[in-house]
């Protein structure tokens, strides 16, 4: 009861102490709030208005309303056309267009000829995603003209077409991807930091002294500290799930149960984390490096950006001791392809074993480094 | 080497030759909607080739004094002159010629003490031909030449202040200004400092202005300026200021009385400014020349023994900024109840036998012996590196212990568990609360912490907020408190749970003789009722207030006894009513020539 | 002493506390040098937007020869792991537990079809939750798709003819491998840790510890005081940059078509806007925890998402597209990207300098404005 007590206490000031300092206040509350805008803005994928530029020596009205076609879709805009050969590199190199689209003079008369007509595309590959994506883009604008040629000459279209159907995100919106990731990348970098400074601020302002001399144990101070992180991370999650549904439109599909549910022991995981580093950690300094050494891999390595699977075998193992992986998957099962608790059961349980063991060893390493 | 002589000198001689002039200057700090006035049409000017002392409570204005004298504050209104120099107008040609050693003189604890002296001479444009001459000097005078490779990082707290003070005289400015340059510094250090100061002023003609909190320090100075609540209250010779109080300082003992208790009583007494434990009497200042009447003091009890005493200018300060708040301390103290039950006398409470702590090789305490009884008041004395705090760690259970035996109230609280934790009170050395939670945050907190619920948490809540006065800043950030109530808040919460040992370590550093004062009233008040306490402390008039004491060096005990037995040793025929410090100092040094062996 | 020998005394007296400060201290270290490693690590091994051997499962309800021609043509793609399943139930239940990322579904009347109207069509079913892996992954199906028209056209002795054929040449990263163009790009983040995070800290950590009091009390000029900063961390960012560009190009093989000279003198460049960013963050923020985050929001994480780095800067919202136009990293990874993978082009590299250097000169006056050697200012 006395015990009981005692940690509430102990969870109230922390809470308190996070809250009544501005500086705190303003690493919870500022930074996700941009984050969440200019991750749920800026990162995205997606390609809109690339600009192109069109190099036609034809003068056919096949190569027009290809041309037409490319000038109607949404993810090109049309910067101008060109005349001669030496413009495509400067245009090109100085990054003034993404792609120049070059129609040979033959081009009208191949096709009326019932030849293959050639169309050339220069794409820029600094940035090979976006290379990619861009010559995906264009290449779904020539087979919709290809069918449609062939339909309206009465010619056979390739004999077996390709049926191609995403599913939990028709429209494949890049954001539908990276918003509800960000549910869990927030989380996670506010709890970290909530606990991996909690012991060494408490060490460097000299209050920690004076926790030890209370009749508190060290296991009542470690849960003490842990319930802020928890709690803050819930609020925090809370409030960005409803900005990912009210604010950016993602659907939520799933059962918010099953999320909650993860999301917990996806906080324990984190706040034992963090009560490590807060263990190791002798000043502010070594928590806030500790915790950023910590959580830049703890991202990458997550799924947040880019697929697990892509990454070699070796790094792939890597991530099973990251506990932001699970939680990925749980988040985006939820948002997108309506999860529930039995198909999650699987990232569940790693997380509360990742739990389990970083809040045993950092109430192991904090009662050896009080010794 | 003794301090020499001050000089008093006219008012005509003070008003040429001046070093640093200030007229009418005022500077008020804006924090949010709160502004605070440090200074108000300040004058003061300070004479060239003397040490001048600048003496106030936290909070006077001090340190901005210094800033300002600096070039690093502006001033809203009046003018400053360094040296002729117009300290607004020419800030980079004043620094050039001034040295400053702010209150936490920024060394570079990463950096050794060479490579700290090589920056400032650097900075301070330090000729290469000039440096080896000057690098000995110093080091010889601080005493740092044996350590010159050692990080700044690694020194104790006295060196480091002789570090700094080495760093600013690196180039010897012909104006020396000092912010409180002995906070927590040990009596040995703070001597030296003062004759590396009083060299300067002799050989270079340098003029030195210094902020001290302590008071006989204010004794060392050529002139003193006191200044309160950003005004002048007066400046003069120590002597200036003591004079007027000839008459109106005794020595009482009364045979029937503790010394506590008498001290009690007639610090409650109207009439009566100030009255503190001195050896084995109570010295008291009165109000006015006429000594009030005592009788109803000892009503039955015999009689007291009343003298005169030399008047100090600690007297003036305190007549001069107390006033009668005496009497209303002294009413607070009659709420401290009987906090504990009395047992039998002479139980040995805590017992400490054979202690050894060592880090690597290095044994920073060795066979500490001693033991306190309960009630008492004990104090540990020692340098600063002495092991004192370290032996206050293993006291409380937050340091392991390598060898020998510990025992608090039958523990020993680094195995013990959270009962016996919680039958002591500890109070750091720095105010370690919750900054940014308010007063009555912080007490809720302790009262939870200490297992105090319901009625008996909110009881004890209100008596701390009753008996030490924080009841008007109960909402208020504890950060924001002054540092006298930090103080207060700080002992409350080490109270909360009506603990029957108190430990108190340096409890009273930095803090103004004022709240000084106070605190002691408190610390006296609840050992009468039967709190043992054991406390460590800088300021060698405090040991005063101890029952026993041992002083330590080098981690090993050297002394042991009550503060009239030592000073019985260092009495002769020069000496003949010889202070704790004059003890202390004769200790240490004994200790330094003789090897090691405790007399 | 005359005041020029003086200043000079001044200059190195700081230059050299501050680098033995830095070699001191762990915390220095591990952001310049730990940091920029696990970093190029990270993004050299374990980060790549490509997508290879997508598990894809296969249902083929009635298999023959026409089926098994099509399943071959993705078992021969590189970018495939194929695991066929009996029926499509079985394949959607592996597909609700991740354990494909597509479905290729032939029904039975797939060879009827196929033969009698050509007119057969191939079912695909992607995961579309990472839009962009389920985008490239469409684009392989769809290369696979039309090798495969090829071939059967050509067993069965016709040729193929489309109206266009589009023949792609993508410039400057043929194998458009990601890793070419992330590896460089992170030499930006890596610079602007070390030139705004740790100088911003470091500024702070003088005003925290009460060293920055007792400086400016010293005849040393502000300029002085500054200069004799950032020169040490000048060169330690430039060093992190050295190694940076050496992981890349040994290590991780990224091409370095421009010329090193120029890439060194645009990362100097950017290194002073970086340690300008630094500065006056740290004229703002007097403790560390406030220095570190506000380094880390104003300047680490923009440098990650708005300058182009990752995503497409054009494809953001305007209003967005607009804030990316203060970003410094912006022009950095611009002339970065086009030096690694394009060579020299002088109309980039110097429009973006030209930038930079207008940024360093903002950033300088600023900082000139608001240091000064008073503590209330």
Wanted: proline letters at 5%; a neutral charge; one cysteine or more.
């Amino acid at each position: 009861m006395n015990t009981l007590r005692r940690i509430f206490a102990l969870a109230v000031k922390e809470l308190l102490a996070i809250l009544r300092d501005k500086k705190s206040r303003f690493v919870l509350i500022g930074p996700p709030i941009i984050q969440l805008i200019v991750f749920g803005y800026a990162a995205t994928f997606d390609l809109n208005n690339i600009p192109v530029a069109v190099y036609n020596e034809d003068s056919g009205a096949a190569s027009r309303v290809l041309v037409a076609r490319l000038v109607g879709s949404p993810h090109f805009d049309l910067v101008g056309h060109i005349e001669r050969d030496a413009q495509i590199a400067p245009l090109i190199d100085n990054k003034d267009v993404l792609m120049v689209l070059h129609l040979g003079p033959r081009f009208s008369a191949d096709l009326k000829r019932g030849k293959t007509a050639s169309a050339q595309l220069i794409i820029d590959g600094r940035n090979s995603n976006t290379a990619l994506l861009a010559l995906g883009y264009l290449r779904a604008i020539v087979t919709d003209f290809n069918i449609d040629w062939a339909r309206r000459h009465g010619k056979p279209g390739p004999p077996a077409t390709l049926q191609i159907r995403p599913w939990y995100n028709a429209n494949l919106l890049s954001r539908w991807f990276v918003v509800p990731g960000i549910v869990g990348l927030l989380t996670l970098v506010v709890t970290t930091i909530v606990t991996g400074l909690s012991v060494a601020r408490e060490r460097e302002a000299g209050t920690f002294d004076q926790l030890l001399v209370t009749p508190l144990r060290p296991v009542d101070i470690l849960i003490g500290k842990s319930i802020p992180g928890i709690l803050i991370g819930l609020i925090e999650g809370s409030f960005i799930i409803t900005m990912v549904v009210f604010w950016f439109e993602v659907p939520l599909r799933g059962s918010l149960g099953a999320l909650y549910i993860g999301m917990f022991l996806f906080l324990l995981s984190a706040v034992g984390i963090g009560l490590m580093i807060s263990s190791l950690a002798v000043t502010q300094q070594q928590g806030i490096l500790g915790t950023f050494l910590f959580l830049v891999p703890a991202v990458i390595l997550s799924g947040f950006a880019t697929p697990i699977s892509n990454m070699p075998e070796a790094v792939q193992y890597l991530t099973l001791i990251n506990p932001m992986r699970y939680f990925m998957v749980i988040v985006r099962g939820v948002f997108l392809e309506g999860d529930s608790y039995v198909l999650l059961f699987d990232q569940y349980w790693p997380m509360a074993i990742i739990a389990f063991v970083t809040l045993s060893l950092a109430g192991w390493l904090f009662r050896r480094r009080m010794n | 080497m003794p301090p020499p002589i001050a000089r008093s000198c006219s008012p005509t001689e003070v008003m040429n030759n001046a070093s640093l002039v200030f007229e009418g200057v005022s500077k008020t700090f804006t924090t949010g909607d709160r502004s605070v006035t440090a200074l108000q049409s300040l004058d003061i000017r300070i004479q060239a080739g003397k040490v001048t002392g600048l003496i106030g409570p936290d909070g006077a204005g001090k340190t901005t004094l210094m800033r300002l004298a600096a070039g690093l504050l502006l001033p809203d209104a009046g003018s400053i002159h360094a040296l002729g120099m117009d300290v607004v107008r020419q800030p980079l040609q004043v620094q050039s010629s001034v040295g400053y050693m702010p209150q936490r003189f920024g060394l570079y604890e990463d950096l050794s003490v060479q490579e700290n002296l090589e920056l400032y001479a650097d900075l301070q444009g330090l000729g290469r031909a000039e440096r080896a001459a000057s690098y000995q000097e110093l080091m010889h005078m601080t005493g740092l030449a044996p350590f010159t490779r050692r990080l700044a990082g690694r020194l104790s707290g006295g060196m480091k202040q002789k570090l700094g003070l080495a760093c600013t005289l690196v180039r010897p400015p012909r104006l020396l200004l000092l912010d409180e340059p002995t906070v927590g510094v040990d009596p040995v250090s703070r001597r030296e400092l003062w004759s590396i100061v009083y060299r300067q002023v002799k050989e270079q003609g340098m003029s030195v202005l210094l902020s001290t909190a302590y008071l006989d320090e204010a004794q060392r100075c050529d002139e003193v300026i006191l200044i309160h609540e950003g005004r002048r209250l007066g400046q003069g010779t120590p002597q200036y200021f003591s004079e007027p109080m000839r008459g109106r300082t005794f020595r009482v003992t009364a045979p029937g009385f503790t010394k506590r208790a008498l001290q009690a009583r007639l610090g409650a007494t109207p009439g009566i400014v100030d009255a503190i434990i001195e050896g084995e009497h109570v010295r008291i200042v009165t109000a006015d020349p006429r000594l009030p009447d005592l009788s109803p003091l000892t009503s039955g009890q015999g009689a007291l023994h009343i003298e005169p005493a030399e008047p100090i200018f600690e007297d003036a300060f305190i007549a001069a900024l107390k006033g009668d708040q005496a009497v209303a301390s002294a009413r607070q103290l009659s709420q401290f109840p009987q906090v504990a039950p009395v047992g039998p006398e002479q139980e040995a409470v805590i017992e400490v036998c054979g202690l050894e702590r060592r880090f690597g090789d290095f044994y920073a305490v060795k066979n500490v012996s001693f033991s306190v009884r309960r009630g008492e008041i004990f104090g540990l004395l020692g340098a600063n590196g002495a092991g004192k705090s370290t032996t206050f760690r293993m006291l409380c259970g937050l340091l392991p212990v390598s060898a020998g035996k510990v025992q608090v109230a039958g523990y020993d609280l680094h195995h013990a568990g959270a009962r016996a934790r919680g039958r002591l009170g500890y109070m750091a050395q720095r105010f370690s609360l919750y900054a940014n939670l308010s007063v009555l945050q912080n007490l809720r907190f302790f009262a939870s912490a200490y297992g105090l619920g319901g009625a008996r948490g909110r009881a004890r809540i209100a008596w701390a907020l009753e008996a030490f006065e924080l009841k008007e800043y109960s909402g208020d950030n504890s950060d924001d408190l002054p540092l006298g109530f930090k103080q207060r808040l700080a002992m409350a919460a080490a109270l909360m749970h009506e603990p029957d040992i108190l430990f108190l370590d340096e409890p009273t550093s930095g803090v103004d003789p004022l709240a000084r004062r106070e605190f002691w009233q408190r610390i006296n008040a609840l050992a009468e009722s039967g709190v043992t306490v054991l406390v460590t402390t800088h300021f060698m008039d405090e040991a005063n207030y101890c029952d026993r004491l041992v002083i330590m060096a080098e981690g090993e005990v050297l002394a042991r006894g009550t503060p009239a037995q030592m000073k019985a040793r260092f009495r002769s025929d020069e000496l003949s009513d010889p202070t704790m410090e004059d003890a202390f100092i004769g200790l240490i040094e004994a200790h330094e020539q003789g090897g090691g062996d405790a007399p | 002493m005359n005041e020029r020998a003086a200043s000079r005394m001044r200059l190195v007296g700081m230059i050299r506390k501050e680098s033995l400060q830095i070699l001191r201290d762990p915390s220095s270290i591990a952001i310049a040098f730990v940091m920029p490693v696990v970093l190029l690590l990270l993004f050299g091994y374990g980060v790549s937007l490509d997508a290879r051997h997508v598990p894809l499962a296969v249902v083929v309800e009635q298999p023959d020869t026409n089926t098994a021609s099509l399943i071959g043509s993705f078992q021969h793609s590189a970018y495939f792991n194929l695991k066929s399943f009996d029926s499509i139930h079985a394949a959607q239940q592996a597909f609700d537990l991740r354990e494909v990322f597509g479905i290729v579904w032939l029904r039975n009347d797939f060879s009827e079809q196929l033969l009698s109207r050509g007119n057969a069509s191939i079912g695909v079913i992607v995961n579309g939750v990472n839009a962009n892996q389920a985008r490239i992954t469409q684009g392989y199906i769809q290369g696979v798709w039309q090798v495969w028209l090829g071939h059967y056209a050509r067993s069965r002795g016709m040729e193929l003819t489309l109206p266009v054929a589009l023949a792609p040449r993508i410039w400057f990263n043929a194998a458009v491998s990601s890793r070419d163009f992330l590896v460089p790009g992170l030499i930006a983040l890596i610079m602007t840790l070390i030139g705004a995070l740790l100088t911003s800290m470091v500024v702070a950590r003088e005003w925290e510890r009460g060293t920055m009091e007792a400086l400016m009390v010293t005849p040393i000029r502000i300029g002085e005081l500054v200069i004799g900063k950032l020169v040490p961390y000048f060169v330690l960012g430039m060093g992190g940059m050295l190694l940076s560009v050496a992981t890349a190009v040994w290590l991780f093989e990224v091409p370095l078509r421009g010329s090193f000279w120029l890439l060194s003198a645009a990362s100097a460049l950017f290194m002073l806007v970086a340690l300008g960013m630094g500065l006056v963050i740290s004229v703002v923020a007097k403790n560390q925890f406030v220095a570190g985050q506000i380094a880390i929001v104003v300047t680490f994480l923009p440098a990650f998402i708005l300058s182009g780095f990752i995503f497409q800067i054009s494809s953001m919202p305007a209003a967005i597209q607009l804030i990316t136009h203060i970003i410094p990293a912006r022009y950095y990874v611009a002339i970065l990207q086009t030096l690694f993978l394009a060579g020299d082009i002088w109309p980039i590299v110097l429009s973006n300098c030209a930038v930079l250097a207008l940024m360093l000169f903002v950033l300088l006056a600023v900082a000139r404005r608001k240091l000064h050697k008073r503590l209330d200012a």
